[in-house]
C-alpha cells in the first residue's frame, strides 16, 4: 500500500520555540493532505487540510497564525508549530488520500512535548 | 453532539470472545464509511471499508445501515493481538473520526 512518512516521530522542544514537522508522500502524488491533533485517550481532530499550492484550510477554533501548514510539493507539506506551549503537547498525524474517498495513509505520527 | 459517535469502552473479554462495536452518525450526506484500528501511541490503520451490503473478512464483519445512520463492527473468536481501539470513521470530503473505543482482550 501507499506510504506516508512524517518526521520527526517524537520532539521535545522548550516553551516558545518553534517546531517543524514534515509529511511525505513517498510512492504517490497527493494534491491534498490532512493535519490532525490527538490528546490521550481522545479521538483525532482534524486541524487543517493542506492543499498543494494554495492557503491551507483550517478548521474552526484551529489558530492558523499558530499552525503554519506549507504544502509546496506534491509530495510534501509541513506543519510549524510557532511559539509552543505546554498546552501544545500532543500527538500530531498527518494523513494523505491517493483519491477522492479512498483510503487514507497516515504518517507515523509526532509526539511533541512542550517543556 | 458529535458527528460520529462510538461506544465508549472500554470493552474487556476473553479470549474466543464475540465482540460488537456499535457507531452512529449524525449527517445523512456522509459519503463512505471505514474501521479503523488504532494501537496505543501509534497511527490509525485502515480495518476495511463498511458498505450497505454487508462485507466480511475473516473474523471480521461490517456492516452500515443508512436509513439507520449506523455503522457496527463484529470481531469473532477474538485474540489478545485484536486489543487496541477501533475507530468508526466517515468521510464528508474529509474523514470525520468517533472517539474510539477500546478492546481488551485477555488470555
Known sequence: GAVVSQ??????????????IECRSLDFQATTMFWYRQFPKQSLMLMA??????KATYEQGVEKDKFLINHASLTLST???TSAHPEDSSFYICSAHQGAQTE????QGTRLTVV | RKEVEQDPGPFNVPEGAT???????SNSASQSFFWYRQDCRKEPKLLMSVYSSGNE??????????ASQYISLLI???????SATYLCVVTRGKLIFGQGTELSVKP
Do not use: M, W
Request: with cysteine; proline share 2%.
Open chain 1, 49 to 54: 487540510t493542506s492543499n498543494e499550492g494554495s
Open chain 2, 57 to 66: 473478512d475473516g473474523r471480521f464483519t461490517a456492516q452500515l445501515n443508512r
Open chain 2, 19 to 25: 465482540v460488537a462495536f456499535n457507531c452512529t452518525y
Open chain 1, 79 to 81: 506543519l510549524t508549530v
Open chain 1, 7 to 20: 518526521h520527526p516521530s517524537r520532539v521535545i522542544c522548550k516553551s516558545g520555540t518553534s517546531v517543524k
Open chain 2, 76 to 82: 469473532r473468536d477474538s485474540k489478545l493481538s485484536d
Open chain 1, 104 to 107: 487514507a495513509f497516515f504518517g
